[in-house]
């Protein structure tokens, strides 16, 4: 641990094990520029901004600190009657969705001023860690159904938050522009659907009375995601991943690249648990681990 230098940009962290840190961070590439910032605070639950970076514009959401806290208060069931007619995670599209912080519409509206007032905006990107993904993804749809321009959405980490329908031809658009990095075993991309991650692998990682978030888990977390979601399990099955999964890993130079397709192989490599599972399935999830 070293000494805070005055001069210099910190980020405040919170690790697996409920510890906190403050790094270093590095500021914007060159080039890039911040053109509105939304912070999540009061009745705002999504933090997200608006980057430009030549003839792109970029906008970011923010994950959360505590995923496990997010699943386990959000659940899991869908909002079935969305006007673009695909199934979606409840909680996650109604907080896009807010009377008072109506973001997919703000966001849009942001992106039309910017290229009305500056030409050579040519491309949209929609991009997000954990949680974040999951934002980018609906957005993205909600984005699609209203006919506004998205080239492509990138998550890092990100839940599943759409039911697939291949009869549905936005589910299609939204196929090809999207890509889901996952970086090894990071347990929260194979969320909900893969139910054996959720209530093996979790609670079997963090057996010992370990603190993760708010929630001491060890023993209780068993009861815990029974008592939360036990009753979501059909619910939580019929969830997928949309768009190509890219599945990277430390020290490797390469990303293996699997679609998701209607004869679910995808699953396949998606679903499969390691031999040993421990902490490691959240270390993997965190965005340092992404950004190495």
Partial sequence: PGELRAGRTYTVKRTVDGKVTCEACDPLPAGVRVEHLELSEGANIVQWAILTSEDTIYVAFRGTYHVLDAVVDLGFLTHDEAPHGLRVHGGMWNVLHQRRHAVVSAAAERIRALREGRGGLEHVVLCGHSLGGGYAILAALDM??????????????????????????????????????????????????????????????LLGGTSFGSVTVGCDLVEVLEQKLGRQREVMADYDTVGALAFVGEGSRFAWKVASTADLAHREVLGQVPEQVGTFIFEQHLVDSYVS
């Fill in 144 to 205: 699609l159904h209203r006919g506004c321009e998205v080239d492509a959405v990138t998550t890092f980490g990100a839940p599943q938050v759409v039911v697939p329908d291949r009869s549905v031809d936005l589910w299609h658009r939204l196929d090809a522009i999207t890509t889901l990095v996952v970086n090894s075993y990071d347990v929260v991309p194979r969320l909900p659907s893969c139910l054996p991650w959720l209530f093996d692998a979790i609670p079997k990682s």
